[in-house]
């Protein structure tokens, strides 16, 4: 798959475990964005990375902890989360110099039990 | 910050009818309003996107309207078709730095029946 990869895919976990969710841009952008999209609310902007340093954190809870090692990887670390953290978490990235376009990966579906 | 209100959250339409979806934004300083189209199950995807200093932009049955003086975007899609059923969202973002930040409207599910 070319573009925005996410894994895993699917992750259930139980709130005293700690999980990691991997995204991987193919495009050469230099912009990366985690989003959380739950049944029936907008999408929400989580964190903004810009060439690996993050730009924004929007009052996020300290139990999601995100790393940008490099312009094309994005993880975001789980840890003690709670039941309504359960939602599709989206990667976007996009590129600053020539356009805004954010294109979005396929997302992880993550149920907390 | 931001808020983006989009209308109406379901909208159901008779194959080759138009549909028309709806935002408002409260921040005068966004200057980028992009529509994505999110398909059951798959990623969010931009169909049409606007900037401020256009008020209107085509795109084959797809069109978005910016009224800034207002503070309200519309989509516009004509002779709609099943595939076109689908959760739509539209957004609002402006530049604080080098990265855009997107704040998305609640989604519009549109139905389009045969």
């Known amino acids: 798959e070319t573009g925005v990869t996410q894994t895993p895919r699917h992750l259930v976990m139980g709130m005293t475990n700690k999980k990691s969710l991997k995204c991987e841009q193919h495009l050469g952008h230099n912009a990366m964005y985690w989003y959380k999209q739950s049944a029936k609310k907008p999408l929400e902007l989580m964190f903004v990375?810009?060439?690996?340093?993050?730009?924004e954190n929007n009052s996020v809870p300290s139990r999601f902890s995100p790393e940008c090692p490099n312009s094309s990887h994005l993880f975001l670390h789980l840890h003690t989360l709670q039941p309504e953290d359960s939602a599709l978490y989206l990667c976007?990235?996009?590129?600053?110099?020539?356009?805004?376009?954010?294109?979005f990966g396929p997302g992880t579906r993550l149920t907390v039990l | 910050g931001e808020n983006v209100e989009q209308h109406p959250s379901t909208l159901s339409v008779q194959e080759g009818d138009s549909a028309v979806i709806k935002c408002t934004y409260s921040d005068s300083a966004s200057n980028y309003f992009p529509w994505y189209k999110q398909e059951l199950g798959k990623r969010p995807q931009l169909i049409i996107d606007?900037?401020?200093?256009?008020g209107e932009k085509k795109d084959q049955r797809i069109a978005v309207t910016l009224n800034k003086t207002a503070k309200h975007f519309s989509l516009h899609i004509t002779e709609t078709q099943p595939e076109d059923s689908a959760v739509y969202f539209c957004?609002?973002?402006?530049?604080?730095?080098?990265?855009?930040?997107?704040?998305f409207g609640s989604g519009t599910q549109l139905t389009v029946l045969p």
């Open positions: 957004a609002a973002s402006w530049v604080p730095g080098s990265a855009r930040q997107l704040t």
């Open positions: 606007i900037r401020s200093n256009v």
């Open positions: 976007a990235s996009s590129t600053t110099e020539t356009g805004d376009t954010q294109y």
């Open positions: 990375y810009n060439f690996k340093e993050q730009t």
